[in-house]
């Protein structure tokens, strides 16, 4: 008798979000957030900022969508740079680090294009390990608890002022 070997596991991708993972990312943004979500000063920033779709990726096994992470173009002061959120990840894959991996290849895409800084709205204690801290003199377009507007910058850049349309 001959034993097949298994087949090895479908490889986690990570691909540029496109118009094909629509329904797929709005139903894990709802899971992930739920209705709430529309509430946020981070919706506040994507109801003026430009979506980046070619740094903004979405992670795929088995052509199931298991997390994503979008980036939009925006300023501070004169500064362009380039808003992250949301990042949203299926609640069986949390913990294993595929958030962070979402953000580190949107950052690295993000670098690669030239933007000087990545700002978010998020926990300091996820986001600090990878890279972002603080930024306190960065204004967002409604109520935000400082201590969450974060950033990760590439060069020396001053981050300060409101957030806005580029």
Do not use: Y
Request: a neutral charge.
């Amino acid at each position: 008798m001959s034993i097949q070997p298994c087949r090895p596991a479908p490889a986690l991708d990570f691909v540029n979000e496109t118009g094909h993972h629509a329904q797929a990312l709005e139903a894990l943004l709802n899971r992930a957030f739920g209705p709430g979500r529309f509430a946020k000063v981070s919706e506040r920033v994507r109801e003026f900022a430009d979506f980046a779709p070619e740094l903004s990726f979405v992670a795929v096994e088995d052509g199931k969508v298991l997390g994503c992470v979008r980036m939009w173009r925006v300023t501070i002061g004169d500064q362009p740079i380039v808003f992250l959120g949301p990042l949203a990840v299926e609640e069986s894959e949390r913990k294993h680090g595929l958030g962070a991996l979402l953000v580190e290849r949107a950052c690295a895409a993000t670098q690669a294009a030239g933007e000087a800084a990545v700002i978010l709205v998020g926990d300091l204690a996820f986001f600090s390990r990878i890279g972002f801290g603080i930024a306190p003199d960065v204004g967002m377009p409604g109520p935000v608890d400082p201590r969450r507007v974060l950033a990760r910058t590439f060069r020396d850049v001053a981050l300060s002022g409101m957030l806005r349309a580029r």
